[in-house]
């Protein structure tokens, strides 16, 4: 089939896109998500839990961040 050759090439540049514009999307998702250290509700949403203080350990060093349970995600970010 000579079509296979072009379909991996056409996925890898289509994996390879997505990575190369990772932290573009992490900032705009995190952006869109926190503000002035409060989380922005989405329409309809209700929080059901705040906690302060609450670390990330899943880097090699820990960040002290907030926590958010809701009725629709589950959110936690750092504290500038």
Known sequence: NEQAPRIFSTAQ???RAYENT??????R???SII???NLILLPQEEIFSQQRSVWNL???KGNL???YVTNIRIVWHANN
């Open 13 to 15: 540049k289509i994996i």
């Open 22 to 27: 990772k932290l573009y999307r992490d900032l």
């Open 29 to 31: 998702l995190r952006l």
């Open 35 to 37: 503000r002035d250290n």
């Open 58 to 60: 899943s880097a090699d």
């Open 65 to 67: 961040g907030s926590f």
